[in-house]
């Protein structure tokens, strides 16, 4: 959704949570650090994917590469040696990537990667579908990364915002705004979708606002837990859409 925009300044401080999943998942011994964990495997296994791809390795290579990465650094204890000072977190994971596949054929066979631990749910038709869709042929490894990165975290910050209309039970008011704030030309007037709610078009145009608003909040949490403090949040989202729209 490239065309997306925050919608000013978000009201007040945001909250001290910044770096907060990578610290957390770097704990080994705290209660939340396997939750964490997983938010942040969730998060890169796709660009991780991605710039392994258009290094040129096939798709099963690919998958067998991306599992090895993430045991890699869980093994190694990597994640607590991200420096929130010295630079973006997926910069860091995309820095150790490189180096691991640059002496990957050093390591073990696929079948025993993981260090017993359970392997991270990869759909192999779901990656290689979502690869079909990138300008190989356009951009680098790096920028696939950046893209993929980018595209992965707006796709979470929009389901986070379907799941709190679906728990306000207005998943049907959700669907018809979500074109209008992702400037899809093919939307419909405000007008068509107010008559489709039952609703005037003055009452669609506030909730698009406010939809917005909710968004740009969002985007803005998604993103202030893997940088090092609130001040890198507007460089970030910049970033972000460079890397859609570049």
Partial sequence: ????????????????????????????????????????????????????RHRGHTPEQAQDLTQDFFAYILERGLIAMADPTRGRFRAFLRTVCARQLADHRDRRNAAKRGGGRSP?????????????????????PERIFDRTWALTLLARVVERLRREYDDADRSERFEELLAVLSRDPASDTYAEIARR??????????????????????????????????????????????????
Avoid: K
């Fill in 1 to 52: 959704m490239p065309r997306l925009q925050t919608d000013g300044e978000v009201p007040g401080r945001f909250p001290t949570t910044q770096w907060s999943r990578v610290v957390t998942a770097a704990s080994r011994d705290a209660p939340e650090a396997r939750e964490a964990l997983g938010a942040l495997c969730q998060a890169y296994w796709y660009p991780i994917y991605a710039y392994i």
């Fill in 120 to 140: 991270l749910p990869i759909d192999p038709g779901d990656a290689e579908r979502r690869y079909a869709c990138e300008p190989a042929h356009e951009l680098t």
């Fill in 197 to 246: 709610l039952g609703t005037t078009e003055g009452n669609v145009r506030v909730a698009v606002h406010r939809l917005r608003r909710r968004y740009g909040l969002l985007l803005r949490d998604e993103i202030a837990a893997t940088v090092g403090d609130e001040g890198q949040i507007d460089d970030e989202i910049r970033a972000l859409f460079s890397a859609v729209e570049g």
